[in-house]
């Protein structure tokens, strides 16, 4: 039960950061929903794997393998535009460094990388536009 509950809580905290980025920094200034729903969805499944491959003791050598099919996916689809291509590599990267970062337990790290990506995303956006 307290695994389950650990999932939960853990998709949670990754959840709401990627809200954060997505609602908050990358929507009041672009207004595209389709991105919206692809940054949330593609977080939210290399959260899972990655989660899969972390509590089963695969190699993380395995998870940044399937970071590389995700960015390779992306040159045989639609050009998409390079602020948005961006958040999509940020929001594939976040939920691998999540992942490992709550597996070894090192919260405060976790808390430092959250935090610094949110803030380098809002700064980006507001001051240099």
Known sequence: MSTFID??????LNLAVVLIIVRLIYYPRQ???NYVFTFIAFNTIVFF???LLVNSGISVGVGF???AIFSILL????????????Y????IALP???SILLAAHALEQLAVVNLAVIGVLYALEREWR
């Open 49 to 51: 794997v990655m989660g």
């Open 7 to 12: 999932v939960l809580a853990s998709f949670g």
């Open 65 to 67: 393998g399937l970071f």
């Open 88 to 91: 999509l590599f940020v929001l």
């Open 75 to 86: 040159y045989r689809t639609d050009t998409i535009p390079i602020r948005e291509m961006t």
């Open 31 to 33: 207004r595209d929903k």
């Open 96 to 98: 691998v460094l999540n």
